[in-house]
């Protein structure tokens, strides 16, 4: 009968023992990677971007991406093709967008989200953290 507790007992702290293993193991290393900083990113700075929009006005962007790893930056500006295609969706963006869309806060953040989730579709290596607007005129 006491072998019987005994062995009882036993099984309970390894069964425990164990699922408290799975835990950190499944778990906790999860949680240490999103606490963790973001990768550190270079710039690929494209060059100005000077259109006619939707409803006839004019719109010239400077629209640099965030890139992770950092030498992602190199091997992209090295890509004429991949460069050209990065221009076109942009260029096609913009020229879908009216003056009203471009000049609001909200319209701005919008293309700039799906700036970055198109250039994200293009470059398959890596990461496009950002994109940023360097400079942003609509008249």
């Known amino acids: 009968m006491k072998n019987k507790k005994l062995l009882i007992g036993l099984a309970a702290?390894?069964?425990?023992?164990?699922?408290?293993?799975?835990?950190?193991?499944?778990?906790?290393s999860?949680?240490?990677?999103e606490d963790a900083p973001p990768e550190p990113a270079a710039l690929v700075e494209l060059a100005p971007f000077l259109t006619n929009i939707?409803?006839?006005h004019?719109?010239?962007?400077?629209v640099a991406l965030a890139v992770a790893p950092l030498g992602l930056s190199e091997e992209i500006a090295a890509d004429p093709l991949l460069v050209a295609r990065l221009?076109?969706?942009?260029?096609?963006?913009?020229?879908?967008?009216?003056?009203?869309e471009l000049s609001s806060p909200a319209g701005k953040e919008g293309l700039r989200?799906?700036?970055?989730a198109a250039a994200q579709e293009i470059i398959t290596e890596g990461?496009?953290?950002?994109?940023l607007f360097v400079d942003f005129v609509v008249q």
């Open 30 to 33: 999860n949680e240490a990677d």
């Open 113 to 116: 989200e799906k700036i970055r």
């Open 87 to 100: 221009r076109d969706k942009i260029l096609t963006m913009l020229a879908a967008r009216t003056y009203e």
């Open 58 to 62: 004019k719109a010239r962007i400077e």
């Open 127 to 131: 990461e496009v953290q950002e994109a």
């Open 54 to 56: 939707a409803d006839q």
């Open 13 to 28: 702290v390894l069964l425990i023992g164990g699922a408290a293993g799975a835990y950190f193991f499944l778990f906790a």
